[in-house]
């Protein structure tokens, strides 16, 4: 193996501690700690492990946490009276609403009630607008962006002029990772090129990229002679393709590849994120750091 290997649970491992020593000062000198609710409503399995990590981490933290459970049957009306009453709850920092919603409620309009300033998830317009803008007026980077950007500068990586190519232009990963890494800012700077399913050429661009995020969700999508050698390989695809007994636990697991194919990019590439423990343990620390984010704003020292 040439690459090196971005090691997400290592990386994330790295910024909890550094969270941790941030909110031990704060609930010592300020008598507070960050708060974070999560409203799941009905029994997904899937939304109910997310959860439920989500929650464990913000506790390991120190976190105040909440996990607001609501039936499938909960109306949209009596949701958007919940979000209203965590809006205006001082203790709460961090609102966030686990996806997907039941069909009879408009995820949008849901979505759009949260609080703009307690969004730790970055979906809200305004916070979508400020990413637009840059500069101080970010003030929340949806988290799974933001954890890819932090693995790249963790990695060594240089960013700041180099040509990046992300495949892929989903509201939660493509348009707002190509949107961080143009900006001109400390980690960004790029050359940033949005490929997507009706891109003409993707070999042509995916060869030119210093830095290929991929996040088409189609597996093996990109070919490993697509790769420029030495070139950074940030892999967001999480395609379940088969099943298979866990040697941990017996029970079983989802068997997990990525868009990108792994065994022959490592020999190409000079860094690479593995599939499943590269970017997917980034999303819930970032969550974690916006919460404590959004608690520092609260006090004025953000
Ligand atoms: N469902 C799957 N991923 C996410 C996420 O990052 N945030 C929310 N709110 N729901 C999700």
Not at 66 to 71: G, K, P, V
Not at 108 to 123: C, E, H, Q, S, T
Not at 135 to 158: D, H, N, Y
Not at 237 to 242: D, E, F, K, L, M
Request: hydrophobic content about 40%.
């Amino acid at each position: 193996m040439t690459a090196k290997l971005i090691k997400g649970t290592e990386i994330r491992d790295e910024i909890l501690k550094e969270l941790k020593v941030e909110v031990d000062k704060i609930k010592e000198e300020h008598g507070v700690v960050p708060g974070l609710v999560t409203i799941l409503v009905g029994e997904d399995p899937a939304s109910i492990s997310y959860v439920t990590s989500k929650i464990r981490t913000a506790q390991n933290l120190g976190y105040k946490e909440i996990q607001d459970n609501q039936s499938v049957e909960i109306k949209e009306e009596e949701l958007l009276s919940l979000i209203d009453k965590y809006n205006k709850d001082d203790s709460i920092h961090g609102i966030l609403v686990q996806l997907p919603l039941p069909k009879h409620i408009d995820e949008k309009k849901i979505l759009n009630a949260i609080d703009p300033d307690k969004d730790v998830d970055g979906f809200h317009p305004v916070n979508v607008g400020r990413l637009m803008i840059g500069g101080g007026e970010v003030k929340f980077l949806p988290c799974t962006p933001a954890g890819i950007q932090e693995l790249i500068v963790r990695s060594g990586m240089e960013i700041e002029g180099a040509e990046v190519v992300v495949v892929g232009r989903s509201n939660i990963v493509g348009k707002p990772i190509a949107n961080i890494l143009l900006q001109k800012a400390k980690g960004a700077n790029a050359t940033v090129t949005v490929a997507h399913t009706r891109t003409k050429d993707l070999a042509f661009h995916c060869k030119r990229a210093d830095i290929l995020v991929v996040a088409a969700g189609v597996p093996g999508l990109v070919k490993p002679e697509w790769i420029k050698p030495g070139a950074c390989v940030i892999d967001v695809g999480v395609n379940r393709v088969g099943e298979k007994i866990s040697e941990k636990t017996g029970k079983k697991i989802a068997i997990l590849k990525g868009d990108v194919d792994f065994d022959e990019a490592k020999e190409i590439a000079g860094y690479i994120t593995p599939v499943p423990g590269g970017v997917g343990p980034m999303t819930i620390t970032m969550l974690m750091r916006n919460t404590l984010r959004s608690l520092k704003f609260h006090l004025g020292i953000a």
